[in-house]
């Protein structure tokens, strides 16, 4: 199997548990989601320096481990950040139609809402952006494995989105 389809399948898969379960495993989930803060961060500041790719690597795992550790203790702050972080992600894949400065302030107001909205409500709103997250990464790499027609795509999607939603609601 070719790695791209590994890969695709993992994110499917991924996508799956998010939609279903994405508030089982929050604290798992913000944490991830600081790592990758962490990681993203690291990757823009060394790159306004002179440094190997095996010390970018490293620099880049520490912080994310740091600002990891630092979401998982900080929780009401990590669900402000790490929600507004993939809405912010997810969102901007719909606002393609925008002037690209209109798009990245709606794309930022949106994202702090929801993040604002996640900790008065915790639950509901994780289930939700756990739900649109993970319908988000099927609806980016199934068509890589498989040949859909968008409209379809976009049904399976909405399935993804709202069966994950009913699911989490139902189970959590």
């Known amino acids: ?51 190997s790719k095996e010390i970018i690597l490293i620099i880049e795992i520490i912080a994310g481990l740091i600002l990891g550790c630092l ?17 912010y992600s997810t969102v901007g894949t719909y606002l393609t139609d925008l002037d690209p400065n209109i798009a990245l302030i709606a794309k930022v107001v949106i994202s702090l809402i929801v993040g604002g909205l996640a900790v ?28 859909i027609p968008t409209n379809i795509l976009t049904i399976i999607i909405f399935i993804f989105f709202v069966g994950g939603i009913i699911i989490q609601f139902k189970f959590n």
Do not use: D, H
């Open 120 to 147: 008065l409500f915790i639950r509901p709103i994780l289930i939700i952006a756990s739900s649109l997250y993970g319908a988000n990464l099927i609806k980016l790499y199934l068509p890589a494995i498989i040949s």
């Open 1 to 51: 199997m070719e790695t791209n389809n590994i890969i695709a399948i993992g994110a499917i898969l991924l996508g799956a548990v998010l939609c279903t379960s994405g508030y089982k495993v929050q604290k798992f989930l913000i944490t991830i989601a600081w790592f990758a803060i962490g990681f993203t961060l690291a990757n823009v500041v060394c790159s306004y320096f002179e440094l």
């Open 71 to 87: 979401g998982f203790k900080l929780e009401k702050l990590a669900i402000l950040i790490a929600v507004a972080y993939l809405v």
